[in-house]
């Protein structure tokens, strides 16, 4: 069995990976466990510095951003001793005494599923009563792995190394479900004439290589011994794998990553109250998804070029968030804070404990690696202590310029980053004598053979995809990373948005009233408030209206529906006022087809043209005596929307009312399509049949053709709506607060709907950088992302737990 593969854990193997990955899972936990419950904990929620008790305890702590750092940072202390001491605990004790770092990729997992649990918990527990529970959790798990740990086996490459072979059966016996191999180690039986162990044909995780003790362990005389720190400090020939690790630590924590983890909820809860802390969970969901890509990508693009483009990402990010900061745009600063993670997380975050396996010497890997984790713990104390300072020293007290700290870390990151790619770089190309390539010379020969080049010798290479688990599943990734901030985007900018639906299409059916002075009130049944989110739960009182029916008033303000309501909280401009129908069907093909263009441009058009054409049967107007055009012809004119409203007035203060421009409601191109004037004589045309409220004696001199260049509604209503249920512009404030109160508007009742069974009803709606309020296509966003991202981590789930195996592809027909 010397080429059999340990394919599969056993399930007391994957217990035990779960037992060893908790490690990792608590690393995360702690990077964010006080990024949520940060202000409850220092008491500026309570904005107090003498703090209530709750179970004996002090609900707060009242603490400086300068002594936060501290308290936030003082962990990485202990990260640091560990990876001092790492080596030689493992060595003289095992690796079950003091943890291996890595099983597979599953530890960078666990890592970003610690942050996220810890954000996902403090929204919850963010509290006076309750934030302490976040501390006591980790303390709770790491009692349980303490109590599990006696159950738990011991590394078999760690037996092996010393000598205790039979343990390292019964070891790799538990661990693995093929017991004849394990980290490409085959175990078989020892006896005194077999050799205790051989080379298994692959390792457990194709691709990966056996670590440097495991290599030893096979063979220790062909490896030099293992220098200790002091030693690779002193060798020259290790500066420059030496010089890669230091500076890809610095990378890694001089971006300014672990500030974002450590910060992102006191980041963004002066810009967004509100939705920081969903923000800041929206941060973790998108580091637990860019978790997955590098798994593929890392060997299909190479570490310098995963690493250049994360580095290019992480820093235009960087630059955006403090743009988006400093101009008030939280939009921006959201979107660019997540962008950064999921830069990070591609290469930046992965790529660095890559590299140093890969440009040591075996024997230097040990000392390298605790260099690298020594310096990422020192520079994650000093950016986690530093921070809040900076910022507010750069800022000096300004909310307007937090984002200037964010230049610091773009810029550390810039010069880190420049250093790294100049000192990791590959094997030049060979060059000729002239510094061109020499490997890229064209034969030469007669001047009329072509020059052996792929280009003129037809063999440049064809594009055949073949989709394999590590084409389709980044595709999944990318897509769902691509899709979810969009969404969340269009979500949050959707809940700006405050709407108010009033619909009054009965309110003609209600008893009237003797008069506007005197008015009989009724609850009304259907009515919809659609808040922004931060304003939620603000309470309101259900609207009413009232009907007057006064055959003496003024034609088509005869009868009046009076609709009181209250408006929750003060509407920042733009406000705008919508009326909306339901069930009328203006993409009906007759209907849309009912217009005659060129006679709305002004131009003349005879009566026979217009009989003949579209505008049929409302192109004219024949009796005995005469025949007229109407103009406009058609029936999408003959329908327009003749409801009128009325300013708002304050009900508690008559002398305070709020108006709408009935200018600028129609887009600009619109009046383009229309004339000022008809190209008839008044003589020989006639208003539409529906007119008649607005033309009661049809066009004369003192009531001439309207003009339809300047007639904004008329122009909103010929615009005809794609959908049954529609809303269409009436009015508009862009300047004046609409505040908060209850408010009253009468609106002049001249347009049937039920007759074909629909609803009329007022809008009124603030606006925000996504226009009007519609979360569908937000969370239609959503919910593909969320459909990718599960299929991509199903599929990576099973492809690493038991992969497909493939064909070769170099026996297909076009790699041969």
Known sequence: MAGAVPEAFTAYGWLTCLWVLVVSFQYGYHISALNQIQAVLTCQDVGTTDPATAYGLPTCIPMTDARFSVVTA????????????ANVIMDRYGRKGAIKGAVGVLTQFAIVIGIFVTQAMGLRLATPEDWRTVLMFSSALSLVQLLVSGFIVESPSWLTRHGRFDDRILAAQKLWAHTEATFG????????????YEESDAPLLGGMQPDVEEQIAKDPESHDAAISIPQLLMAPELRRPLTIVCFSMLCQQCSGVNAVLYYSNDILSKALPDVGPYVS???????????????FLIERMGRKTLLTISALGALASLVCVGFGLNSGLVGLASVAIIAFIASFAVGIGPVPFVMIPEVSPLHAVSALSSVGLSLNWIINFGVGIVFLPLRNMLSDGDPAKEGRVFYVFAGMLAFCTVVLLNVYRGKKAPVDENGGDASAKKEKGSWRRPANTAFKQQRLKAWQPIFTPKTVLPIFFIIGIIFAPIGALLIWGSGLVTEITLDYTDCDTLPPSSSASSLNFTNMNDFTYRLRASQSHAPFSAPQFAFVNDSTATLGQNQQCFIQFDIPYDLEPTVLLYYKLTNFYQNHRRYVKSLNTDQLKGDFVSVSTLQSGDCKPLARFENASVTLAIYPCGLIANSVFNDTYSVLNLTTDSNTNYTFSEKGIAWPGEAKKYATTPGYDISQIIPPPNWGLRFPNGYTNATPPPDLKSDEHFQNWMRTAG???????????????????????????????RSYKGHKAIVISTVSWIGGKNPFLGWAYVAAASLFVALAILGTIRHMIKPRKLGDMSLLSWNR
């Open 74 to 85: 003082v962990y990485t202390i202990g990260g640091l001793l560990g990876s001092l001491v």
């Open 723 to 753: 959908l049954p249920t529609f809303t269409k512009l009436w009015g508009r404030n862009d300047n004046d607060q609409l505040l908060k109160g209850r408010y009253q508007i009468i609106a002049n009742m001249n347009y049937p709907v």
């Open 185 to 196: 180690v085959t175990i078989i039986p020892y006896e005194d004439d077999a050799p205790a």
């Open 281 to 295: 969970l929206g941060i973790t969901i998108v580091n637990v998804m860019m978790t997955f890509p590098p798994i």
